[in-house]
DNA sequence: TTGTAGGCGTTATCAT
DNA sequence: ATGATAACGCCTACAA
């Protein structure tokens, strides 16, 4: 293997020199500047990511947080535009990632969590869909012992910022859409998690709009769960003009109920998953770039790292109606 | 940081010994082992997987390398299943994982992939949705530089495992359980990408398959484009009896134009991704473990990398039909 | 501006 | 069976 020993050799410097180089120190001169970084080029050389984070503890090792697969189509889908936008953005800040899920921490104490993410140099963790059942996270976030980047939970102190949309004017936004083209005096509302962190904020926007349109509104819990939109559909959809959910999955399983009896209805749903082009083209959602979400949140993480303090940081959406052509390719 | 001095120093011990304890080494009493094993619980230690790493080269980090998010629900639902499994073995025995993605590699030469795997201290690639055009990746992995692990490619060499089904078999299989229910004289058969790995092998499969049953096939190259495959359908779906393609997205590119048409052919694919159950229930398919395969692809890589040879391994897979009421959850 | 030396946490070698 | 010590490759005072 090259190190930075070698790089110093052909250079004729010393290897504190070459160092001073890779992290564009000031007091370097142009000339040994150019000396220094033709013999890497030479000799192909990269810095050993690992000696680098074992001797500087602040060379930034991220954590990827999330839940496993989950084998729903569309959960992978979103999940893996968090991994890539993340991962290259990481990779583009030089930073180190790891990627862990949820479900290897579950019967774990904050403590040995804690213990586990030091031993991996972690100083930085990006969270995604975090819940409130995740509570030793939660306390975790808490210590403000590691640095956090939160998708979607809007927990933020010192060493914590939270990424998100704004929840409640998208929901508002979405469901009006609908309005534009239908008539509508009734709407059923299909709400996510009882104690979700966005399930809340959405049902301000969507009680918002009712309030605004003199509509009468009917909210139901829908736990995100397609099957549950769907059994909620089947028994009570035909009586309501029209149906938002507060996801897409819950918005397919609501549309398929509407199929099968036979009956139309608008739904709306909420996040812009491909897979709401092969069910219906009658549906509008949210779309949000969840490439870029992430990519932001690892920015986040990176300026937290290098001192900066927990802050809000809201994305951009937009409203859509995703037929067939549109995700065809 | 709690590190392996302060455990010697509780245990009584030098940090050599709690060393020798953590790493399972024979010359150790028992007596000693219970005091460290104490100090160890007491505070909490977990060993620096940086500094092991860093330390004895051979502490086995193993980079997965895949493509990125494509967009396409059905490949991230693979490559979610693949990145789970990966990770969670990897874990399991104790492997430090890196996600990579070819891109971050397309301009670069082997020498500098080399370069960069080595500065990560990668010891190890699993490799996922390798393709002929990855020349660079492919000459790496004759370099027998690394331990290689690929997912459906079959390079094999000292160093270098290789992990699929048995493609041939699958491809003759799922369509031959259409022809259970369907009488069939004439198919039509969509491949995957000209060159590609699994192409060959999967129409090995239905050559013998129509040869066996007595059927005329005609083959036309679908490069596991959705779209592709819809073309193709629109074109000339109607003149064949059934239509097999050598994957689900292009089985539902294809069924989505004969809905289009408004004419009916049995039509099977190849992953057995839960999209299947939204576009048809009409639809056969060849269902692979994901997770698994990936799980036992990380797994050779273990043995690999603790010396083993490289060697081919046949993953299961079962024929199945996928209807709405199996994918809801 | 450049070089020297000590240390990051662990493992491996060699004495004891 | 156990302990002291030297790496591993890099970073960072501090000295020159």
Redesign the pocket.
Same mark, same amino acid.
Not at 12 to 20: E, I, N
Not at 45 to 52: C, W
């Given at each position: 293997?090259?190190?930075?020993?070698?790089?110093?050799k052909k250079a004729? =410097? *010393?290897?504190?020199?070459? @160092? +001073?180089v890779?992290?564009n120190?000031?007091?370097?001169?142009a000339?040994?500047?150019k000396k220094v970084n033709d013999a890497i080029s030479e000799l192909n050389?990269?810095?050993?990511? =690992? *000696?680098?984070a074992?001797? @500087? +503890?602040?060379?930034g090792r991220v954590a990827i947080l999330m839940n496993q697969s989950s084998q729903t189509t569309s959960i992978d889908e979103v999940d893996m535009q968090y991994i890539s936008g993340a991962i290259l953005k990481a990779r583009e800040l030089g930073l180190d990632v790891i990627t862990i899920f949820f479900s290897m921490f579950e019967d774990k104490s904050v403590d040995e969590i804690s213990a586990y993410l030091r031993?991996q140099s972690i100083t930085g963790i990006v969270i995604f869909g975090l819940s409130r059942e995740n509570a030793n996270i939660i306390k975790l976030i808490n210590r403000e012992e590691f640095k956090c980047v939160l998708v979607d939970a809007p927990l933020i102190n010192k060493s914590t910022s939270c990424v998100w949309a704004d929840q409640a004017k998208a929901q508002y936004d979405v469901a009006n859409e609908v309005l534009k083209t239908d008539p509508v005096k009734s709407m059923l509302y299909i709400s996510g998690k009882e104690n979700g962190f966005v399930t809340a904020e959405r049902l301000k926007g969507i009680k918002a709009l009712c309030r605004d349109k003199d509509i009468a509104l009917t909210a139901k819990c829908g736990d995100f769960s397609e099957k549950k939109a769907r059994e909620i559909t089947l028994e009570c959809g035909k009586d309501y003009d029209m149906i938002a959910c507060a996801s897409d999955m819950m918005a397919i399983g609501a549309m398929m109920a509407l199929k099968e009896e036979d009956i139309f209805r608008p739904v709306c749903g909420f996040d812009g998953i491909t897979l709401m082009g092969y069910v219906s083209n009658r549906m509008t959602t949210v779309r949000q770039n969840f490439f870029e979400i992430a990519s932001k949140a690892m920015e986040e993480a990176e300026n937290l790292i290098s001192g900066g303090l927990g802050r809000e940081i809201h994305t951009d959406y937009e409203i859509v109606r995703l037929d067939y052509k549109d995700i065809l390719r």
């Open positions: 293997m090259v190190s930075i020993k070698d790089v110093a004729g =410097v *010393a290897a504190s020199t070459v @160092s +001073k890779l992290n120190y000031p007091n370097v001169s000339e040994t500047r050389f990269v810095p050993n990511a =690992v *000696a680098s074992l001797s @500087s +503890k602040q060379a031993s």
